[in-house]
């Protein structure tokens, strides 16, 4: 086992191996990333697994990790599991039981970890995923963890922001994917308004489902009622950008647009440019994190923005997903030194048990595996950045509503 205790940023943070032949006499210390690195999910898998390499460089930076004695240097192995989850599924049985990594970082969003969740379990390798509250997490496997707000955390986001516009919006249109966090948000608008529905597309993780002649048919009926807002959610970024670039083409533009899916904000402006202004969506981080941080659940926010930043530049350093990446390892290294060992069960068990701050807020685990100590923002591109407008104690700027009648 490689247990290291290293100072970060102001931060105390623990780096380790569940398996040790990587690192027995090598002088490395190898993480395993298995994600989408290239395909439909690429543009949000590489900056997620980007993340991992920023908490790399920062270690070599400090002459690496110490272990028995020895100074190991970090090394970050990817596998590109191309967007399918099938994929995934060898790519993680090759990295634990082939290669043998010290660490193994995995379950990018909810197709990855629905796959690879009985491999994980076989293998007895705790995992912190990046995936939804769906059925997966309710079969009792405890190996299965995210660090993913759930339905719940994001419907009291969600009612704080709907119950606070003015005049609020009783007429939406729907155009979503088959995902539970957009369930979610569904349940809570009606909720709170009970609006007039207007749902009119539905797929299911297929990159292939949308092109700008369907994207038109389905807009066109979306805007029949007049909407005063328009919710699109689709797991795929590629698809959300055709959404908006047919918006405008058509020149569909209500008082609001909610896409759910703009956790990858920093890719959606730099594909939309000025029409990405006014969009609302949810993320995790923003452009400026003060606030979060001085909560105290976002610990080190600052400096792991301005390691990003270094390393990636301003449009990764504001992206939510390599933060994620570093939370999930935040949070596994805890229970490996809670444990005390780095078996399956005991690091599993250290994961449920656990009550942390880290890059991305705070994690205490549910029954499920399911972090239910952080909600997420709800945030605006305004002026080619994500403002956070929600919750208010976190807020950096008022919404901009409801939106002005014509496009940028």
């Known amino acids: 086992m490689v247990v290291v205790l290293a100072a970060i940023g102001g931060g105390v943070y623990y780096y380790y191996s569940t398996h040790s032949s990587s690192s027995s006499g090598s002088g490395d210390f190898t ?31 400090q002459g690496g990790v110490h272990y028995n004695g020895k100074t190991l240097h970090v090394v ?20 634990v039981s082939g290669d043998h ?51 719940a955390q994001q419907m009291g986001t969600f009612a704080q922001f709907f119950s606070g516009l003015s005049p609020q919006p009783l007429n939406v249109s729907t155009l979503y994917a088959n995902e539970e966090a957009m369930i979610g948000l569904l349940g ?16 299911t993780y297929d990159p292939n489902s ?3 002649s369907s994207a038109d048919s389905y807009l066109l009926a979306a805007n029949a009622p007049h909407p005063n807002m328009l919710m699109v959610s689709d797991e795929y970024p590629g698809n959300v950008i055709t959404w908006v670039q047919q918006m405008k083409s058509l020149s569909v533009r209500p008082s609001m647009i909610f896409s759910e899916d703009m956790w990858d904000a920093p ?9 990405a202004n006014g969009i609302v969506g949810q993320d995790n981080w923003a452009a400026n994190m003060t606030k979060a941080e001085a909560s105290g659940d976002y610990a080190n926010a600052t400096y792991w923005y301005q390691q990003m930043n270094a390393t990636f530049g301003q449009t990764i350093a504001i992206d939510q997903l390599p933060y994620q990446a570093i939370m999930a390892a935040e949070v596994q290294f805890a229970a490996i030194q809670k444990a005390g060992a780095t078996s399956g069960p005991a690091v599993a068990a250290a994961l449920a048990s656990l009550n942390m701050s880290t890059v991305d807020g705070r994690f205490v685990a549910n029954s499920a595996g399911l972090d ?15 403002e956070i407008i929600a919750p208010a104690q976190f807020a950096t700027a008022t919404p901009i509503y409801p939106l002005s009648s014509s496009w940028p």
Do not use: C
């Open 31 to 61: 993480v395993g990333v298995v994600g989408p690195l290239t395909g439909a999910l690429g543009p949000a898998g590489t900056p997620w697994a980007d993340g991992v390499t920023v908490w790399a460089n920062a270690m070599n930076a």
């Open 76 to 95: 970050v192995k990817t596998y590109d599991d191309q967007s399918n989850p099938s994929q995934a599924i060898q790519l993680v049985t090759q990295a």
């Open 101 to 151: 990594v010290d660490m193994l970082i995995t379950g990018f969003l909810t197709p990855d970890t629905d796959a690879i969740a009985s491999t994980v379990q076989s293998l007895q390798v705790p995992i912190v995923a990046n995936a939804a509250d769906d059925p997966e997490f309710h079969t009792g496997n405890p190996y299965l963890f995210s660090i993913y707000p759930t339905t």
């Open 188 to 203: 809570t608008t009606i909720h709170l308004m009970g609006p007039s529905y207007n749902i009119v597309y539905n797929q």
């Open 210 to 212: 949308l092109t700008s």
């Open 267 to 275: 890719f959606f402006i730099s594909q939309l440019g000025a029409d």
């Open 372 to 386: 239910i100590a952080r909600g997420p923002f709800v945030i605006q591109v305004q002026n080619g950045l994500p």
